[in-house]
């Protein structure tokens, strides 16, 4: 049956006449009337019911939803007691919705509803009645309260809060594993029929899930659903109410189900043998290739773990396992070489680090390969019999003397020469040479081990095939300690003898020093170089000696100085002895030993003139001698000095021009004329390098008529500027001289030797004097040639 027959027989149902049940409730009032106000309805025989006031009772009234008459919905009916039938009563109704939702009749008490009523709305409404009289407006009966409750239909579906649930479950789940719950909602009254009472149903999805009908639980329907062949589901659940009843609403919602992984997949290799090759001169930890093992799973469960579990290599290579790419790294653990052994076996092993025990009965969860590595032959350089050398020479050898070899080869098998040299930046002062066959190094300079006790060289061998491979290998040299430097005193000693000094006393203690380093330890004795009749040594026997006096008392003014010889020597082999002489100064002391003056110049002085007076007058006098200088330079000061100090000065600058002029009758190069008008030649201008001490005006000077000879116009402007103070330059000579009257040469130039006709005659260059004769030769033996022929 559809909705809409559903409702067409609510509405036929509506329109039949049905009993109306009424309960009404009376409450007492202090009002002692016997007057009765009850409600009357129709029972199933037709007969009036006439309920007495009792203490209380509940007066309800039902009204079906979704009315969908044309006229207004009959409620019920309000009737009291007092109510004669002749309109003296009147009905009042007062509440939730009264007046507007609910109406009641003032003569009859009729109560109608005026609108559709929705249940889900509103389930009830509270409403008071109270009969009053008409023309007293008194109540008559007391204000009695009842309700009016709404009889739901089905006219809402259910709803679920979600269009889209998403839900997972593992894979290889058990049958009836629980997925996920889903929960629809019905707007109807669950305590009214079965409007509300929803049964659940599975619309797409089987036979993969099921639901549970009363709960809405998804569970697995199938067993051993594997995410590697299907990972996505989709089920469409259906919520229908009345119980699942045909003619019950229905609503849907969509779960997507993601079949979550397990481990149930174990690692593959999709080789069973693998080849790689790797070059013999690999370093130590260079990586030659990978291993990787196939799993379906995903995540952690897809995570393996490498390892060499047997092979001839297995002391040669390692394996890391790279968790980002899920790959086995083979690393080279042991320098190779080509020439001992050329290909490698290694068995790898791949293992998931996370198996589920639930799943031992696919294992097991591990693989294996074989890895087959090729050795490839390089060109290696030569290797050193050692990784380093250490030599032990005395620093007296011979030069040339060999102090050690190195050895080295070349690994190929080839077997290419070996080429030996030194690297000079390790032995930059050359004392060292190696031979270039042998590997030999001996020595080239004397060794000293006081100036260097290590010498720390790199040899360098190389092939003689190919220079360019090499190997470096570091040779330490210690040079060995000879006695072979004498002792010397430890400082320079300044020693001093008292006048008053007496035989025996002690002057001085010395020690001694010895750049030698011998292996029992230094041991110094000393001794006078001869008898000395004023000072004696006594040697301590621990590197020490003292200098005693011999007799009493010493004079300055006799001998103020005193050189004593004192032999140092050594106890090594060969023994170094030098002799060093004390400069002994006598001096005056006071009683308790403390020297006061040791020149013998001092006792030529003042009694009262003391070291501070002298200090004094040496002050005075250099104070003396500055402000003599200071005054000096003040006077310098005065003088006139340049404004302008510049290397652009042009008095400080000769200026040549080695190119000679056409003389007066040249007028192209200059123009005569400004030298004889000097008022067109622009005012004279006043030096500003120099402050001038008066200042002086320009002077006009007339111009010379045109027909002046340049010689006086010449003697004329030198007679001015020797006259006037203010020309400039005041430092430079101002030199004008006259060149003179026409050459008897004539001049000398070819220029117009083109526009003369016939030959010239040159026989005029012998007059000039024995300078011309060459050139008389040159061009008169031409001519009388020319003649000739």
Not at 90 to 95: D, H, P
Not at 177 to 183: D, I, K, L, R
Not at 333 to 348: A, C, F, G, N, S
Not at 652 to 674: K, L, M, P, R
Request: hydrophobic letters at 35%; proline letters at 5%.
């Amino acid at each position: 049956m559809t909705i809409q027959q559903v409702l067409l027989l609510l509405l036929l149902w509506m329109w039949l006449p049905h009993p109306c049940h009424t309960e009404m409730l009376f409450r007492r009032t202090p009002d002692v009337r016997t007057k009765s106000f009850g409600g009357r309805a129709s029972g199933n025989d037709g007969k009036a019911i006439h309920r007495q006031k009792r203490g209380w009772m509940w007066n309800q009234f039902f009204l079906l939803e979704e009315y969908t008459g044309s006229d207004y919905q009959y409620v019920g009916k309000l009737h009291s007691d007092q109510d004669k039938g002749d309109g003296s009563l009147k009905y009042i109704l007062s509440g939730d919705g009264a007046g507007t939702l609910f109406i009641i009749d003032e003569k009859t008490g009729d109560i109608h509803a005026t609108r559709r009523i929705d249940r889900e709305e509103k389930a009830f409404y509270t409403l008071r009645a109270q009969a009053i009289n008409r023309r007293t407006l008194r109540p008559v009966e007391p204000e009695s309260e009842f309700v009016i409750k709404i009889h739901d239909i089905n006219d809402n579906e259910p709803t679920f809060p979600e269009e889209i649930y998403t839900a997972s479950v593992p894979e290889m789940s058990v049958v009836g594993t629980s997925v996920v719950q889903v929960t629809a909602t019905d707007a109807d009254d669950p305590s009214y029929g079965n409007s509300a009472r929803i049964i659940y149903s599975i619309l797409q999805g089987q036979p993969y899930f099921s639901v549970e009908p009363e709960t809405g639980i998804i569970r697995t329907a199938l067993p051993n659903m594997n995410r590697e062949n299907r990972e996505q589901y989709q089920v469409v659940i259906q919520a229908k109410d009345m119980g699942g009843q045909m003619g019950g609403l229905s609503g849907t919602t969509t779960v997507n189900i993601t079949l979550t992984d397990v481990n149930d997949n174990p690692p593959r290799f999709p080789q069973s043998t693998i080849h790689l090759r790797v070059p013999e001169s690999s370093p130590v930890g260079t990586a030659i290739g990978s291993v990787k093992a196939t799993d379906a799973d995903t995540g952690k469960n897809a995570e393996v773990e490498y390892r060499i579990i047997d092979g001839d290599g297995t002391d040669m290579f390692d394996i890391v396992t790279q968790k980002d790419t899920q790959e086995g790294i083979i690393t080279v653990r042991k320098p190779l070489d080509y020439e001992t052994r050329r290909l490698y076996t290694l068995k790898v092993e791949a293992e998931n680090t996370h198996v589920d025990p639930r799943f031992y009965y696919l294992g097991p969860f591990k693989d294996t390969t074989i890895v087959k590595i090729s050795v490839e032959d390089v060109d290696e350089p030569p290797i050193f019999s050692r990784s380093s050398y250490l030599f032990e020479v005395h620093e007296d050898i011979e030069l040339g003397t060999i102090i050690g070899t190195v050895m080295a080869r070349d690994p190929d098998s080839a077997s290419s020469p070996i080429r030996f040299s030194l690297d000079r930046h390790t032995d930059l002062d050359r004392i060292f040479n190696i031979h270039s066959g042998n590997g030999s190094i001996y020595t080239s300079k004397p060794l000293d081990r006081e100036i260097s006790q290590w010498h720390n060289l790199s040899v360098i061998a190389s092939e003689i095939n190919n220079p360019k491979d090499t190997t470096r290998v570091p040779v330490y040299v210690r040079i060995l300690d000879v006695n072979d430097n004498a002792p010397q005193f430890a400082v320079f000693y300044d020693t001093f003898v008292c006048e008053n000094a007496r035989a025996g006393q002690l002057i001085q203690t010395i020690s001694a020093v010895d750049k030698d380093d011998p292996l029992g330890g230094q041991k110094f004795f000393f001794s006078l170089a001869a008898v000395n009749p004023n000072f004696t040594v006594q040697d301590n026997e621990d590197n020490t000696a003292r200098i005693l006096t011999r007799r009493n008392g010493f004079s300055r003014h006799e001998i103020s100085t005193y050189l004593l010889p004192v032999v140092i020597s050594d106890n090594d082999y060969p023994i170094q002895s030098s002799t060093g002489t004390l400069t002994i100064r006598v001096c005056a002391c006071d009683s308790r030993g403390n020297m006061q003056s040791c020149s013998a110049e001092a006792l030529l002085l003042p009694a009262g003139l003391s070291t501070g007076a002298l200090v004094a007058i040496l002050l005075c006098i250099i104070i003396l001698l500055v402000i003599v200088v200071l005054f000096a330079a003040l006077k310098r000061q005065r003088k006139k000095e340049p404004l302008i100090l510049s290397k652009e000065d042009i008095r400080d600058n000769i200026v040549s021009y080695n190119d000679e002029g056409g003389g007066e009758e040249d007028t192209q190069a200059f123009d005569i004329g400004t030298l004889r008008n000097p008022a067109a030649m622009e005012d004279k201008k006043l030096r500003r390098d120099i402050i001038p001490e008066t200042l002086f005006v320009p002077r006009r000077t007339p111009s010379a008529p045109d027909n002046t000879d340049v010689r006086d116009f010449i003697n004329q402007r030198l007679k001015e500027h020797d006259t006037d103070p203010s020309a400039p330059p005041y430092d430079s000579l101002a030199t004008y001289a006259y060149e003179g009257n026409d050459s008897i040469a004539e001049s000398l130039s070819s220029l117009e030797s083109g526009t003369t006709e016939g030959d010239q005659n040159y026989d005029y260059l012998r007059e000039w004097g024995p300078r011309f004769n060459k050139l008389a030769e040159m061009y008169g033996g031409g001519e009388s040639d020319k003649d000739t022929s």
